[in-house]
């Protein structure tokens, strides 16, 4: 369909053919809903037209047309064709006045329109009778007619003719194709029976199916007499029979020669196979049926549709096989077990596992006979107990049995061949998988940084990209920013060097990029980064590519206080997730709800934990850490806006508790923000020297890698903090160096500059006192934080409030902020 949409709008369907190159099923609605945005897109009516839409059986084909029917936009139409109603909902379509219906009896002849064909179409005279009675028996059917015609050329007993067929559709073609094949010479008889079986053909291929040498004449005769040929070229090189005829064709055949019909389909396989189209020699192979035919060729294909990530397509032909076939097929039956794991089907796995693992094992006496293996390529064979472990491990990781994966790929390295480095990349990501999910994290990256090693030498570049993002997002949760910019930086380059370039995956290594380049906050060259990833397409990303992208440009709206653009972003980014055997250690509704907070919107936040399965009293997890985060954050802001302690002190211990297990697991990313939020929360409860303590253990930690935006975001209250540790040697300049990024994001004046509406600009330490002041604090609070006395805050204040001409606390904020002496994250203070 998106073939056929490019036809007209050459950009559409960029998103929804990469979902389609995904691993595992991807729902019509996820891959149309791209697509329809796209179309709307589109100048001008566009007509999108799907004919036989008969032949569809597939329940999600239906629940996919039906969702594109009502969510088409208004300058899309469809026209559906079909010989019977759609399993669509018409009544709806019809009460709304959105159907318009040509059916039967609009399509067929009226009396005169049936007559005059007759009479061009024919030879012979007919009276009106007899064209009345035509007319009425096929009820003005157009085909029939044409057939009818067909079988009246050169008869004399055109009465008796017009007088010995009645009954329904079905039965008045399946006469009339008879009434033509009769009339055939036996030579153009037989090419049209043993010809039918073909979806389309060419004079060679017809010949090879005929075991003639004369099909390209034939086929010219037969598109002169116009005998239901319809070329599919305009060179006229590749024919079809029309459907309708080549339906009573194959009947025909099966009733007259049916111990014929498995030779056509070998003769037709074997001349697909030896023109290279894969495809249509397994799909004749299985019609013959010739399951040992379609086994050989399937297994051939196996390579290539793993690397085309066909696995849906390759799972159909396997379960088209009898079973007994995998018995003595080894290599087989391990990519009937592949394809399933890829799919997401469990079930069948263990079952084929066994069948490949019975030729590993010389004493197993469940061998089938012969005692010698069917194989395609013996190189696979010997390769087999390797890639055996490889899907072991692959199917323990499905189950969640981290221990039992990591056994596995362990085994699978130690029985490859030290040059089989693709195998052997595939097994070290599954460790490497497998100890991420289980928050071994220095075991993870050593496994992925293997992995990549190993594809890298394979010459596997797109695999190297796809890894790389792994190896990133783990470097990132230590914490340790530079090496996942090196790590993105590194194979950007690589890519780039290809000949060709390899292009699948470079999106993402800027993706990667932005969001790092956010985080020390450069925003320019964050949203640079993006565009350099948008300008390649999302077809050329990988499976992740649209999800991550939407969360990265989703943190820059929020830079820029766009928070209803953030979370419409946030709403694509869930929707575009791809799940895969990694960990999801930051799920989308967990960031959503962070964007929630910000907009004030704490109750549906609250709500989101409450669906998500959590409490403050949890088992922590490295899994779910980041969710564990969010909900201390909810608590912190539920206690801020009701003022009840039991929030707080929920809060309070939750983030003591998430430190303790982040500080042991390695998880310094985790670390640094879960100190930030324990400041914040310290300062709440009015502990300014815990605030202090471990705002400034933050800022140790975050200072060598050059964080900024997970303080910057935190708004005024972490100004006011990073305002009075200033007085610390530790950290004094890396604390003024981010605050001046506070405001700056949302392009704020520099403080010179703001300060210029002012009679009497305001000092350093007034504005360190005003930036507490936006904050919740009292005024004792502020004196403990800042080191200095009560009276000494009241003074700073009265000044404050003199140079703003103002007289309370809450007219200072709402005027430092007009006058841009605020960041606009700042919080307006109770009076």
Partial sequence: MIASLRTIAPDVGADALALLESPGPVSPQALLTGLLNELAGVAGELVLVIDDYHVIDTRAVHDGLAFLIANLPPNVHLVLASRADPPLPLARLRGRGDLVEIRAADLRFTAEEASDYLIRATDVRLTPQQITTLDDRTEGWIAALQLAALSMRGRDDIADFVAGFAGDDRYIVDYLVEEVLQNQPPEVRSFLLHTSILGRMNAQLADAVTECGDSRAMLEALDRA?????PLDDHRHWYRYHHLFAEVLRARLMEEQPDDVPDLHRRASVWHEQHGEQDAAIQHALAAPDPALAA???????PAMARDRREATLRGWLEALPEEVFHTRPVLSLGFAGALLSTGEMQGVEARL????????????????????????ADEF???PGSIAIYRSGQ???RGDAATTVAYARRALELLDEDDQYRRGAAAALEGLALWGSGDLDGAYEGYAESVASFRRSGHIADVLGCTVTLADIRLTQGRLRDAMTSYESALQLALEQTPPVRRGIPDMHVGMSTILYERGDLEAATAHLELGAAHGDAAGLPKYRYRSRLALAQLRQAREDLAGAALLLDEADHFFVADMGPVVRPVPATRARVWLQQGRIAEALTWARGAGLSAEDDLSYLREY???TLARILLAQHRRHREEQPLRDATALLARLLEAADAGGRTGSVIE???????AYRVDGNVPDAGASLERALVLAEPEGYARLFVDEGAPMAGLLDAITSRDSVRAYARRLLTLFGASEGAAPSDERSAGLAEPLSDREREVLRLLATEMSGPEIARLLVVSLNTVRTHTKRIYTKLGVNNRRAAVVRAQELGELGRGGRTPPS
């Fill in 226 to 230: 116009n005998l239901f040929l319809v």
């Fill in 382 to 384: 010997r390769r087999l």
């Fill in 674 to 680: 879960i100190l930030a939020l324990q400041a914040l």
């Fill in 627 to 629: 969710e564990h985060i």
């Fill in 296 to 302: 050989r060729l399937i297994e051939a294909a196996l």
């Fill in 396 to 398: 323990a990781l499905a």
């Fill in 354 to 377: 066994r069948d490949a693992e019975r030729w590993t094992n010389s004493s197993d006496d469940s061998r089938p006979d012969p005692d010698q293996p069917v194989v395609v390529d």
